[in-house]
């Protein structure tokens, strides 16, 4: 008998009592009838869970590989590079790496004491390279419509000057003409913008009822300006005195400063003072690493912008070289999207409601399509640059009281007595917008700007957000000139023509007979 004949042989005694122990084979047959029942199962349960079994276990397996081809690769390098620390590419790199970690150093303060700087790190650079493809890849996701709209850039056709150094910068003008002009402002745009932005939606009604010209221009760079590597502030007040001199500008002009643009405003008041005769901000930015800003203040500023802004700004910073990568993969790959998606920006209720408006949208497709025009990053990382780096003046510098020499005994007068003190700088009228749900420009900043420039004039716009107030709003832009000019007037009409030109013209000459008598 093999055990294929009885297979209850093979089992043996399984101490399982049995109900009638006079007959072995109903025993037997018994035993082999639950045997039967439990085996019946398991094949089942091994050809449900069969799958996911081998799936598990190639994984594992795979993983097994992975982590042994791992460690026999550091092996064989290990080995090949014991001997390679004095070669001439060891030392290079060991140089490079010396350089770069001692750049990095400061970074180290964030770091727990117990922990390794260098393994820490190379986690961090990990999850940060994750991050990125996880906002690059949301980022493409949001909006996968709008994606498809192509920017259309129009030929050429601004006014260019040259300037004393030989660039070329464009400009347009409107409201009235140079001879009518009662008042003249001056409009640096912000980023991602160009001379087409100005004061958007601004009526040629409004200007010529209060005899304005409004002039604006490209930043070097954008638009049909031509670049200008290396640029800082100072030579920004330089090409705004340019420009008003090139386009015969006598009197004092106004500057007005929106957004970013607030940043070249600020460089008039503080480099050329005298040619300016007020200033109007809207929601103006600041240095956020200004040393005079204190942490809350700071802290402020950045908890009202959204992450990837604050990426940028870091890069700015730190790592201005990515810039253009990101910049590519945005504004500058042809594609056309909406602003708060390419400037990383979180808006309020009102500027919603303003960018999903197709006027706001046919504006912004011009602007920014003038703005990319010559296709190059490297003006757009200057501007980033500049908004994050020392500006080479702060904001204090703008008033300031005039430091007297004084002797022992005047400086024991003066503290009991309250004269006053002389200010210097930019001394006209500043006026400064600020809307208080604006979550672009904190409304923090517009205090920090009171703080350190006395004489300025904050407007608090409640419920206002960063574009609502300034951009196509009629009502608020009489507001604002109603603000810095008072009644309109009119401009001022050409003068009659003199009495030399009248006398020259034609004249009918008669002949009185000597016979007529003059009565």
């Excluded at 906002?135 to 030929?155: A, D, H």
């Excluded at 940028?312 to 990101?326: G, Y």
Aim: proline share 6%.
């Amino acid at each position: 008998m093999t055990w294929h004949e009885d297979p209850a042989t093979l089992a043996g005694d399984t101490s399982v009592g049995l109900p009638s122990v006079g007959g072995h084979a109903p025993a037997a047959a018994n035993a082999a009838a639950p045997g039967a029942g439990w085996y019946g199962e398991e094949e089942e349960e091994r050809v449900e869970e069969g799958w996911a079994q081998q799936a598990k276990g190639f994984a594992e397996s795979t993983a097994e590989m992975l982590r042994e081809l791992g460690r026999g690769v550091w092996d064989v390098a290990a080995q090949s590079l014991s001997g390679a620390e004095d070669s001439e590419l060891a030392r290079r790199l060991r140089k490079r790496a010396a350089t770069t970690g001692k750049r990095l150093s400061f970074m180290n303060e964030y770091l727990p004491e117990e922990r390794d700087p260098t393994r820490c790190w190379l986690i961090v650079a990990a999850v940060a390279f994750v991050t990125l493809l996880v906002l690059g890849v949301g980022g493409s996701n949001e909006t996968p419509v709008e994606l498809t709209k192509r920017l259309v850039i129009s030929p050429p056709n601004a006014n260019r000057i040259q300037l004393p150094d030989g660039r070329h910068l464009a400009y347009e003008e409107r409201g009235v003409s140079a001879k009518r002009a009662r008042v003249t402002l001056i409009a640096p745009h912000s980023f991602l913008s160009s001379r087409l932005a100005g004061i958007p939606g601004i009526s040629a009604s409004l200007l010529e009822e209060f005899g304005a010209r409004l002039v604006t221009y490209d930043l070097p760079g954008f638009g049909e300006s031509d670049p200008h590597p290396g640029r800082n502030l100072n030579s920004s007040a330089l090409d705004m005195l340019h420009l008003a001199n090139a386009l015969d500008i006598v009197d004092k002009f106004w500057v007005v400063g929106y957004s970013g643009g607030g940043m070249h405003a600020w460089s008039a008041l503080r480099y050329i003072p005298d040619r300016v005769a007020g200033a109007a901000m809207f929601a103006p930015m600041a240095n956020p690493y200004d040393s005079k800003m204190t942490k809350d203040e700071r802290d402020k500023t950045w908890h009202s912008w959204s992450t990837k802004r604050k990426l940028m700004h870091i890069l700015a910073r730190r790592l201005p070289s990515l810039l253009p990568f990101f910049y590519r993969q945005s504004f500058l790959s042809g594609k056309q999207v909406q602003p708060e998606s390419w400037l990383s920006l979180s808006l309020g209720k009102k500027d919603k409601s303003l960018l999903e408006g197709s006027v706001f949208n046919a504006f912004w497709e011009r602007n920014v399509a003038e703005s990319v025009r010559q296709g190059n990053a490297l003006p757009f990382v200057e501007e980033a640059v500049l908004q994050v780096s020392d500006w080479g003046f702060s904001l204090s510098d703008i008033q300031m009281q005039k430091k007297e020499d004084r002797g022992f005994f005047e400086l024991i007068k003066s503290l009991f007595s309250q004269a006053e003190r002389e200010w210097v700088g930019f001394l006209g009228p500043i006026h400064i917008w600020q809307g208080m749900d604006d979550r672009v420009v904190s409304p923090v900043v517009a205090e920090f700007v009171r703080r350190m420039v006395p004489g300025a004039t904050v407007h608090k716009l409640l419920d206002e957000g960063h574009f609502s107030y300034f951009c196509f709003c009629d009502e608020c832009h009489r507001q604002v000139f109603s603000t810095l000019f008072g009644i309109p007037q009119g401009p001022i009409y050409p003068p009659p023509q003199p009495s030399d030109e009248v006398a020259s013209e034609p004249t009918e000459e008669t002949t009185v007979p000597d016979n007529v008598t003059e009565h």
